[in-house]
């Protein structure tokens, strides 16, 4: 606090260096809110990425109640969203009546970061789908019961090598584009 005390007159005030270090000060702490809001971000987006592929597998298992089968083969293409161009009439990614999988691989599609971010295969007997999760690393469900990814033991990235850690290598969730079973 700065006093002057010329003219016997007392006047009370904040010198320019500490108005500063009060709003630098503001700034580093706005700063850790959003760092840690970002984080949180990225988390719940992964969470509803592994609910949206686990509510697949209830869907498939629907889907396959009633036709006898996983429907027509796709590979849903390449990186493709298993539902656009390429998807198979059918198949069991593009069912819109019996189990609606098609909206709820949409919803992956959404949150994984577009099209590029997922990728799925089915033939009459088995399924799997692989999608990125916005925290790093990518997640995996199939006809078989695996429900894996992201991390595995002592925190190591269990998906890491090919396309996005999605397909194409031994090291990524699928060993090549549209492939029914998780690594």
Not at 24 to 45: D, E, H, M, Y
Not at 109 to 115: I, P, T, W, Y
Request: glycine share 16%; hydrophobic share 40%.
């Amino acid at each position: 606090m700065y006093k002057n005390a010329q003219r016997g007159k007392r006047e009370h005030g904040f010198t320019l260096i500490e108005l500063l270090v009060v709003i630098a000060i503001i700034g580093i702490l706005a700063t850790i809110i959003l760092v840690s809001l970002a984080v949180s971000r990225a988390k719940g987006n992964s969470a509803s990425i592994k609910e949206h592929l686990l509510n697949t597998r209830n869907a498939a298992e629907l889907y396959f109640s009633v036709n006898g089968t996983y429907g027509t083969p796709d590979t849903g293409g390449a990186g493709t969203d298993c539902i656009g161009a390429a998807g198979t009439v059918g198949s069991l990614f593009n069912d819109t009546t019996v189990s609606n999988i098609k909206t709820i691989i949409a919803g992956v599609v959404s949150v994984s970061g577009g099209a590029s971010g997922v990728d799925c295969g089915a033939s009459a007997t088995a399924w799997s789908i692989a999608a990125i999760l916005p925290g790093g690393g990518a997640w995996c469900v199939d006809n078989q019961g695996e429900s894996k990814g992201n991390y595995g033991a002592n925190g190591a990235n269990t998906y890491t090598g090919g396309t996005n850690a999605l397909y194409g290598a031994a090291t990524a969730a699928h060993t090549s584009a549209g492939s029914t079973v998780c690594n």
